[in-house]
C-alpha cells in the first residue's frame, strides 16, 4: 500500500476502527481499545497501529494522508450517561417550561409510577426575556433591554458553559435572538451561544427549543473534544482536511460540526449507512437495508433507490432533537443480549445486555445468564477455537449451562431452548427491521439486507426469510465495513426554506425563483468546502391545507423542465400520500411549507475490498450444528479463501476472522469480485 | 382444534400486533386535519378478533380502550352474518357502542377464507358533532338528542370505497365540514393500513394458527393479571369520589365504589354512586366498564398486556339508573373525563390499603374551553379551538414525585397540548403565558405534579362563543395515603373592559370579545405519603427552581 492515503476512524463502545485506503485502491484494517474519557487518545492509538502495519512512522503515515473523516459517539454518550455541558437558557418572558412540559406528553402510558426525566436546563437557569414576536414574526413586545442585562448577570453568577436562546416565533425573525446572542458573547466571552433560529429555524417550538438546548449541553463538548483531536493530528503531523461524519450521513469541517453538535448524536453509527449507499452504488443494488449488528445492539437503516431515508423524530437519552438525521433504527439486540423468563410468562430475549463485562457467559467471565451468542455456540454456529480467528476461546460448557438453566424454566430441552434464543433474537432484528421499512411504507421484500458488523452473518438468513426478503450481502470487510463507509461519504449541503406567509402552492415563477435561490446558495456553501459540479437534489415537505404534519416529498424524479410546475408537484405529493396512509386527497389544497436543496459533492470513492484472485480452495470443517431442529454436519468455508464467482450452497457456513455467515439449506452465496458474498434465498 | 403456537410465534405475533396497531395511531396523527387530532392525539387504536375481543392496543388514549370492544360487538350485533369483505362500519351512538357522540369510531373488518377473523377499530374525538353547541360538549343537555347526531352501526363504506351519501350527511350535521371530511379519511387511512397488515399475516400464518395465537396470547395476559392480583391482600373496601356538580342544580355528585377483592379476582360494585343527574354527567356503560378497567391497569405492572385477558379477573357492577349507568337517552357528553376519573379514583383509593405501593395520587381533572369564531387574518374563517394547554399535574407515587402538566386519569400522558407557535399561526389567539403554576401540586411523601398557568388573549373577528365542560374547581385530585390534594382548577375571564369574573365548569354561550383574556390556573396532581416524609432536599430543590 501506498499514499496519498484516505482514512475513516469510527470509534465504537469497545473498539476505535480505523480503515486506510492507499493510492493503489487497497485497504488496511487496525483496531485500538476506545478511550472513553477522551477518544481521541483511542485514535491516536488505532493511526500509530495502522502506521506500524504499514511499516511507516505515524509521522509519515499522516503526512502523506489528503483526509481523515471521524465517526464520534461523544455527544450520543454524553447525552446518554448525562454529562452534560451547564447549559442555560434565554427565553421568552412567560414561557419558560416549554421544554420541561414536553407539550404535556409522557412516555409509557401505563406506567403511572415512574417519574419524569430531570431537564438539560433547570428551571432556575430558564431565565426570561421580556419581548415577544406574534405568529407573523411582526414585534409584540419590544426586546427589554434590562431583562437581558439581568438574565446575562444570571448566567454570570451561573458559570455557564454555554446558553441557548429560544424565542417564541424566532424562526420567522431571528433578530431578538441575535441582539441577545451579540450582548452574551460579549458580557461571557468563551461561552457557547446558539440560536434556536439558527439550529432549527422551523414552526413548533418544543422541537425547536429542545433540539437547540441539546445543541448547548453538547457544544462545548463536541466542540472541546474536536478541538484536542484537531490538535493532536496536528501535532503528529497531519495537514489535510478533517471531517466528521453527522447524523444525516452527510460530512461537515469540524468547525461546523462543532456549532450544530446535537447534529453529531448519529455520528457513530452514520459509518454503515454510508457504506450502505457505497455499495449501492457499486453495484450491489439501489435497494438495501443496512444491518449491523454488534454486541450490545443493531442498527438498521433503509437505502431506497440508492437513498438513505431521513427523518426529524429522533430522541436520544430522552431529549428531543428535530434536526434532519438518517433514519436509524438501534435496537437492543445484539450478541451479548440476554435470554430470560418475562414476567409475562413469555421467553425475551434482551433488552438487556451481558456486554463486554462479563460477556457471554461462553467468554468465560462470569456470566451466567444464557446471551444470544451462547444460543449460537450451542447449536454450532460457531467454532469455539476459531472466534476471532481463535483470539478468543469460547466455553461451549459454559454456554450449554446457561441455556439449560432457562430451558428448566420453560420445561423445554436444550436445544429447543437455544434454538428459540435465536428465533427470537432474529425476531427483534426483523421487527427493527420492520421499524425501518414497513412502519415507513415500504415493503422490504425487494430490498437486499446488507449485513455487517461481527454478528450478522449468523442471522441475516433467518431475518431475511422472516421478511420476505430474497437477497443478503455480507461484505469481506464487514467488521469494519462503517468506517470504511465514512471515506464514501459524500459531501452534502442543504439549504432550505420555509414558505412563511404562504397558502398553498406557490405560483409557477415564484416556485421555480425559490429552488433557483436555494440551489445557488448550497453550490456557494460547498464550494467553500470543496472544487468541482456538485449533484443537486430538491425535495419539498408538504401537506393538505388543514394537515399539521408535512410529509417529505423527493422531487429528483419529477421533470423540472416541464410545463406547470406547480401541479407536477402536487402530483408528487398525492401519490407519497396515497403510497405511505392508504389514500390522497385530490380535490384537497397542497400546502408546500419547506422547498429542500441540496448540493453534493461526490468525493472519489473506491471499490469494496475484493477479494485476491486465485485458486480455488477446499472448504474445511465440517461442523455440526442444528438448524431447525436437525443436527447436520455443515462444510465451513473461509471467506478470504473462496475465489470470485465461487458459489457456495447452504446449508454452510462461510467464515472469516472478524465474522462468521450462516447459511441455511436452500441458501445459494457466490462471492461477488466486487467484494461481497451475495445469497439468494429460496422462494 | 389448531394447538397453541410455541412460545417464540407467540411472542412474534403478540409483537406484530402491537406494531400494527402503533403503526394504525401514527398515520392518524400524521393525517388528521383538526386541532384535536393532529396536535392533540384524542384517539385510540384497537384490535379486536372476530369475537370483538381486545387482542391488541398501543399507547393512546387509556379510557378509550377498555370501551372499544363494545364498539365491535355493536357491529356484529347489527350486522349479523353481514359484514363483507370490504366493508367499513361507523358509531358513536353511547346506547349502540359507543362512549359518548364526538367519539366517532370506524369499524374496519379483515377476513381470511371468507371468514371474518378481525375488527380494525379507530375511535377519534371529533372537533365537532353537530348538536346545539360548537365543539361536542353541550352542558346546557338534559338529554343526549341536545348532545349532536346519533349515529349506530352503519355501513358507511362497501367494496373499499365510502358511500358518499352518507359521508356527506354526516358531514352536513357537523360545524366544519372540511375538518370532519379530513378527520374521517385519516380515520379510514389508518383502519384501512391496520386491514392491509393483518392480511398480509393472515396470508403468512394462515387463519386458524393465529386465531390459537391469539387465544394463547389474551390466556397469558389472564395470569400475568391473577398473578399480581393474587398476591394483595384479600379485603373488601370502599372508595370514594366527588364530582363538583351536574352543571344545573347539584352539587357534590358522589362515586362510590366498593371492591372486592378474593384471590385473583376483583368485583367493583357501583350501585351506591349518586343517581343518575340531569345533565351531561351521567356515563354510559361502555364507559363506566372502560373506567374501571383503565384503573385495573394502571394498578398492575405496566409490563401486563393492556388486552381482554388482563381484564378477566374483573367484575365490573352497577345499577341502572345510577350516574354510572345512566338509562338510554340521558345526557352524557361529559363522561369521558367526569365520571371517568372519579370512578378511577374511587377505585385506586379503595384498592390503596391492598396495594399501597401501587396506589397512586390523584391525577388531575379536565376542564375544557372550547371557542369559535372567526379569524381575521383568514378572511373571517369559522373554526373551532379546543383549550389543551395547561394541563393538569399528574399524581405522587411510591417511587417518586408526580410528572407536572401530564393530564387527567383518562390520558395519563397521553393527550398533547401541541405548539404554541402553531396555535398562534392556526387560531386568532394570543398565549400571553404558559407555565408551571407554583404550589399547585399536591404535598405528600412524593408530592404530585405541577398544574399550568395560562393567559389567553382572544383576537377573533368580532366576537366569539365559547363553552365551558370540566369539573374540579371545588376538588382538586385526591391524595393518597395521607397525600395531601393537589389545587383545584381556577379558571376566569378578565374582560377587555377590566372586569373580571370566575368561571364555571359548565357554561354554554359565554359570549368573548376581541381583547378578553382567559386566566387558567390548572390544578396540580394530588400527594402520596405523608408530607412530614418529604426529603429536605427535595423541598428545597422545588423553592430553588421557583415553584414551591
Known amino acids: 500500500m501506498h499514499g496519498p492515503y484516505r482514512i475513516g476512524v469510527d470509534v465504537g463502545g469497545t473498539f476505535t476502527d480505523v480503515v486506510c485506503l492507499g493510492a493503489d485502491g487497497s485497504t488496511a484494517l487496525a483496531k485500538a481499545a476506545t478511550t472513553p474519557d477522551d477518544q481521541s487518545r483511542g485514535v491516536l492509538d488505532g493511526l500509530a497501529t495502522l502506521a506500524a502495519d504499514l511499516g511507516v512512522t505515524l509521522a509519515a503515515l499522516l503526512t502523506n494522508t489528503e483526509r481523515l473523516v471521524h465517526g464520534t459517539t461523544v455527544a450520543t454518550n454524553a447525552l446518554l450517561e448525562r454529562r452534560t455541558a451547564r447549559v442555560g437558557m434565554l427565553t421568552t418572558e412567560g414561557h419558560r417550561d416549554v421544554v420541561e412540559m414536553r407539550e404535556g406528553l409522557k412516555p409509557e402510558r401505563y406506567d403511572l409510577r415512574l417519574s419524569p426525566p430531570p431537564p438539560l436546563v433547570p428551571r432556575r437557569l430558564r431565565l426570561p426575556l421580556r419581548e415577544r414576536l406574534g405568529a407573523g414574526g411582526e414585534v409584540a413586545v419590544p426586546l427589554d433591554e434590562a431583562s437581558l442585562q439581568a438574565a446575562i448577570e444570571a448566567l454570570r453568577d451561573a458559570d ?128 438495501l437495508v443496512t444491518f449491523d449488528v454488534g454486541g450490545t445492539s443493531t442498527d438498521v437503516a433503509l437505502i431506497e433507490r440508492g437513498e438513505a431515508a431521513l427523518g426529524r423524530g429522533r430522541v436520544v437519552g430522552g431529549e428531543r432533537i428535530a434536526l434532519e ?51 449460537n455456540l450451542v447449536l454450532g454456529y460457531l467454532d469455539p477455537d476459531r472466534f476471532l480467528g481463535g483470539r478468543r476461546r469460547l466455553d461451549l460448557g459454559a454456554a450449554q449451562a446457561a441455556v439449560d438453566r432457562l430451558a428448566t424454566l420453560l420445561g423445554i430441552g436444550r436445544l429447543d431452548c437455544a434454538a428459540g434464543i435465536h428465533a427470537l433474537a432474529n425476531v427483534a ?116 391545507g388543514e394537515q399539521v404534519f408535512e410529509i417529505g416529498v423527493p422531487l429528483d424524479a419529477v421533470d423540472w423542465g416541464g410545463a406547470d410546475l406547480p401541479s407536477r408537484l402536487a402530483e408528487a405529493f398525492h401519490r407519497r400520500h396515497e403510497a405511505l396512509f392508504t389514500y390522497a386527497m385530490h380535490g384537497e389544497e397542497v400546502v408546500l411549507v419547506t422547498a429542500r436543496v441540496a448540493a453534493v459533492g461526490r468525493l472519489p470513492g473506491s471499490p469494496a475490498p475484493a477479494p485476491p484472485d486465485r485458486e480455488a480452495a477446499a472448504p474445511l470443517g465440517p461442523r455440526r450444528a442444528v438448524i431447525d431442529g436437525r443436527e447436520l454436519a455443515l462444510p465451513v468455508h473461509g471467506f478470504e479463501r473462496l475465489m470470485p464467482d465461487q458459489r457456495v450452497a447452504g446449508p454452510a457456513i462461510v467464515e472469516s476472522d472478524t465474522t462468521t455467515v450462516l447459511l441455511l439449506p436452500g441458501d445459494l452465496a457466490r462471492l461477488d469480485a466486487r467484494g461481497w458474498l451475495e445469497v439468494e434465498l429460496p422462494a | 382444534m389448531t394447538p397453541s403456537p410455541d412460545p417464540v410465534t407467540l411472542a412474534v405475533l403478540e409483537n406484530r400486533f402491537r406494531g400494527l396497531v402503533e403503526e394504525m395511531g401514527e398515520a392518524l396523527l400524521r393525517t388528521a386535519t383538526s386541532q ?44 349479523p352474518g353481514a359484514v363483507r369483505p370490504g366493508d367499513c362500519f361507523l358509531l358513536n351512538d353511547p346506547w349502540h357502542g359507543g362512549s359518548h357522540l364526538p367519539d366517532l369510531t370506524i369499524v374496519q373488518p379483515v377476513f381470511a377464507d371468507r371468514t371474518l377473523q378481525f375488527l380494525c377499530v379507530v375511535r377519534a374525538h371529533q372537533s365537532d358533532i353537530g348538536g346545539a353547541t360548537h365543539g361536542g360538549y353541550n352542558p346546557s343537555a338534559t338529554e ?118 378474593r384471590g385473583d379476582a376483583i368485583t367493583v360494585d357501583l350501585s351506591d354512586s349518586a343517581p343518575q343527574t340531569a345533565g351531561f354527567v351521567n356515563s354510559s356503560w361502555p364507559n363506566t366498564v372502560s373506567a374501571a378497567r383503565m384503573a385495573l391497569a394502571y394498578l398492575l405492572d405496566p409490563e401486563v398486556a393492556k388486552n381482554d385477558g388482563a381484564f378477566r379477573p374483573l367484575t365490573v357492577l352497577a345499577r341502572e339508573g345510577t350516574v354510572v349507568r345512566a338509562a338510554e337517552g340521558a345526557a352524557v357528553t361529559l363522561c369521558t373525563s367526569h365520571p371517568s376519573n372519579e370512578i378511577v379514583e374511587a377505585i385506586v383509593k379503595a384498592l390503596s390499603t391492598a396495594a399501597p405501593d401501587r396506589a397512586m395520587g390523584g391525577w388531575g381533572r379536565r376542564f375544557r374551553v372550547a371557542i369559535t369564531g372567526g379569524d381575521p387574518r383568514r378572511a373571517g374563517r369559522r373554526f373551532v379551538w379546543h383549550l389543551f394547554h395547561a394541563r393538569p399535574g399528574g399524581g405522587g407515587h411510591a417511587r417518586g414525585d408526580g410528572w407536572s402538566c401530564a393530564g387527567e386519569w383518562h390520558s395519563a400522558g397521553g393527550l398533547k397540548f401541541g405548539s404554541v407557535e402553531m396555535a398562534e399561526a392556526r387560531f386568532p389567539l394570543f398565549f400571553a403565558r404558559h407555565e408551571f403554576r407554583p404550589g399547585s401540586a399536591g404535598d405528600g411523601t412524593h408530592r404530585g405534579g405541577f398544574g399550568a398557568e395560562l ?11 365559547a363553552n365551558t365542560a370540566g369539573d374540579g374547581v371545588r376538588h382538586g385530585a385526591a391524595g393518597m395515603l395521607g397525600g395531601r390534594d ?56 422545588d423553592a430553588a427552581e421557583g415553584l414551591a
Open chain 1, 325 to 375: 438525521s438518517l433514519d436509524i433504527v438501534t435496537l437492543g439486540a445484539g450478541g451479548g443480549s440476554i435470554a430470560h423468563l418475562g414476567a409475562g410468562g413469555m421467553m425475551r430475549v434482551g433488552p438487556r445486555s451481558a456486554g463486554a463485562v462479563p460477556g457471554p457467559a461462553c467468554y468465560g467471565g462470569g456470566g451466567w445468564e444464557p446471551a444470544v451468542t451462547d444460543a
Open chain 1, 160 to 287: 455557564v458553559e454555554a446558553v441557548a436562546i429560544c424565542l417564541l416565533h424566532a424562526w420567522r425573525d431571528p433578530s431578538h435572538e441575535r441582539t441577545a446572542a451579540e450582548a452574551i458573547r460579549h458580557a461571557l466571552p468563551g461561552v457557547y451561544v446558539t440560536l434556536s433560529s439558527d439550529v432549527l429555524p422551523q414552526i413548533k417550538e418544543y422541537e425547536r427549543f429542545s433540539t437547540t438546548v441539546v445543541n448547548g449541553a453538547v457544544g462545548p463538548i463536541v466542540g472541546g473534544y474536536l478541538g484536542r483531536l484537531e490538535t493532536r493530528l496536528r501535532e503528529a503531523g497531519f495537514h489535510g482536511p478533517l471531517f466528521v461524519i453527522l447524523s444525516h450521513g452527510g460530512v461537515a469541517p469540524v468547525a461546523e460540526a462543532a456549532r450544530l453538535a446535537a447534529g453529531t448524536a448519529l455520528s457513530g453509527p452514520a459509518g454503515g449507512v454510508a457504506a450502505g449507499l457505497a455499495l449501492a452504488r457499486a453495484g450491489l443494488g439501489e435497494d
Open chain 2, 36 to 79: 384535536i387530532l393532529n396536535s392533540s392525539r384524542d384517539f385510540s387504536i384497537a384490535l379486536c378478533d372476530s369475537q370483538a375481543r381486545l387482542v391488541a392496543q398501543a399507547d393512546h388514549i387509556p379510557v378509550h380502550v377498555g370501551a372499544m370492544p363494545f364498539a365491535a360487538a355493536a357491529v356484529l350485533d347489527a350486522f
Open chain 2, 455 to 465: 393567559e389567553l388573549r382572544i383576537e377573533t373577528a368580532g366576537p366569539a362563543r
Open chain 2, 144 to 261: 343526549i338528542w341536545q348532545e349532536g347526531i346519533r349515529i349506530p352501526p352503519i355501513r358507511l363504506g362497501e367494496r373499499d370505497e365510502l358511500r358518499e351519501d352518507l359521508v356527506a350527511m354526516l358531514a352536513l350535521n357537523t360545524r366544519i365540514q372540511r375538518d370532519f371530511r379530513g378527520d374521517l379519511m385519516a380515520m379510514w387511512g389508518a383502519a384501512r393500513l391496520g386491514a392491509r397488515r393483518l392480511e398480509a399475516l393472515l396470508g403468512t400464518h394462515g387463519a386458524a394458527p393465529l386465531r390459537a395465537a391469539v387465544d394463547a396470547i389474551l390466556d397469558l395476559a389472564e395470569a400475568h393479571a391473577r398473578r399480581i392480583i393474587g398476591a394483595w391482600a384479600d379485603g373488601e373496601w370502599t372508595g370514594e369520589a366527588v364530582l363538583d356538580d351536574d352543571g344545573h342544580a347539584l352539587t357534590n355528585v358522589t362515586i362510590r365504589a366498593r371492591v372486592t377483592k
Open chain 2, 486 to 541: 393537589g389545587a383545584p382548577h381556577r379558571y376566569s375571564l378578565l374582560r377587555a373592559d377590566g372586569s373580571s369574573r370566575d368561571l364555571r365548569t359548565k357554561e354554554a354561550g359565554l359570549v368573548l370579545s376581541p381583547g378578553d383574556v382567559l386566566v387558567v390556573r390548572s390544578g396540580g396532581g394530588g400527594g402520596w405519603g405523608p408530607p412530614e416524609g418529604r426529603m429536605p432536599d427535595a423541598r428545597a430543590a
Open chain 1, 429 to 544: 432484528m426483523a421487527d427493527g427491521i420492520r421499524l425501518a421499512t414497513v412502519r415507513r411504507g415500504v415493503d422490504p421484500r425487494g430490498f437486499t439486507l446488507l449485513a455487517f458488523g461481527g454478528a450478522a452473518g449468523l442471522h441475516a438468513s433467518a431475518v431475511a426469510r422472516d421478511l420476505g426478503m430474497r437477497r443478503i450481502a455480507v461484505p469481506l470487510l464487514a467488521a469494519g465495513l462503517s468506517a470504511w463507509g465514512m471515506l464514501q461519504t459524500d459531501l452534502r449541503y442543504e439549504v432550505s426554506r420555509s414558505l412563511v406567509g404562504v397558502e398553498g402552492m406557490p405560483g409557477e415563477p415564484a416556485l421555480r425563483g425559490i429552488f433557483a435561490e436555494l440551489e445557488t446558495a448550497a453550490r456557494r456553501r460547498l464550494a467553500e468546502w470543496m472544487p468541482g459540479d456538485p449533484a443537486i437534489r430538491r425535495s419539498a415537505d408538504m401537506r393538505y
